[in-house]
């Protein structure tokens, strides 16, 4: 049997790509106090057992665990101590991003998995693509994600000051500001040209999910596509619940990962 593949709901994974690449999704907490919505990580008790389930599964030929970044959220910890228990079966990859660059990376190894890869290759398939991709975070407001304390204070100062349209980018597994831009247009114009230039001629694959922000995504999608190279390909799709509590409405992530050099 096939090494087994598990990753979170972070990853925005739609559904039917999981069940056609036998892709575990174990979901994230949203909490509800008094109206107000919050989330809350995996526990290494659930992730003990969504492996442990995936290893017999697999009988016992590995598993390859992809959270989002332990800079963002207490899951990866979580799946550390879970994975302990299971003397080397399991493989946590420390992915440093979050949203579909992760699900990008669940679909390579999910794929080399099915051919009959060792846990090693596909660990080193699902990081091959991690290294290839970076993550953006378009937001019409901070007001969410500086409530959630997922950027720093610093930050949240300079992007309200500077940007009524921020757009992050995730850098060593933080949101980051990247582009200072006072309207939606130009922020998407900003970052186009910085994903066609890394991209450097070769074809991309680009992830866009929004929330609340549909025929915004569209329009980004687009501009892709008159101005990324030929063969590029693009999936668009909902944020996923958690990402949106702290993003906030109009928010829109870009996962690209690029060809190899």
Request: proline share 3%.
């Amino acid at each position: 049997m096939p090494v087994r593949i598990v990753t979170d709901s972070s990853a925005g994974l739609p559904a039917e790509i999981a069940r056609e690449l036998g892709i575990t999704v174990v979901p994230m907490h949203v909490l509800n106090d008094s109206g107000d919505q919050s989330t809350a990580g995996l526990g290494a008790l659930e992730l003990t057992a969504a492996y442990a389930r995936q290893l017999e599964r697999g009988e016992d030929a590995g598993v390859v665990a992809l959270h989002l970044s332990k800079e963002l959220s207490s899951t990866w910890a979580a799946a550390t101590q879970a994975a302990a228990i299971f003397d080397g079966l399991v493989h946590v990859v420390d992915t440093q991003t979050v949203g579909m660059a992760i699900g990008a990376a669940a679909m390579a190894a999910a794929r080399l998995a099915a051919e009959g890869a060792s846990l090693d290759e596909c660990v080193a398939v699902a990081r091959d693509v991690l290294d290839r991709s970076e993550t953006w975070l378009y937001l019409h407001r901070l007001d969410a994600i500086r409530k959630s304390g997922r950027i720093s204070a610093a930050t949240a100062v300079v992007s309200s000051a500077l940007a009524t349209r921020p757009l992050m980018r995730v850098e060593h597994g933080r949101l980051e500001l990247a582009v200072k831009s006072r309207t939606q247009s130009k922020a998407f114009a900003r970052l186009v040209e910085s994903i066609r230039q890394r991209a450097e001629g070769e074809k991309v694959f680009v992830m866009l999910q929004q929330h609340d922000a549909a025929a915004e995504a569209s329009e980004l999608q687009r501009q892709m596509e008159r101005q990324l190279p030929g063969g590029s390909t693009f999936l668009i799709c909902p944020l996923e619940a958690t990402s949106a509590v702290h993003a906030g409405p109009g928010a829109i992530g870009v996962s690209v990962v690029y060809s190899r050099d």
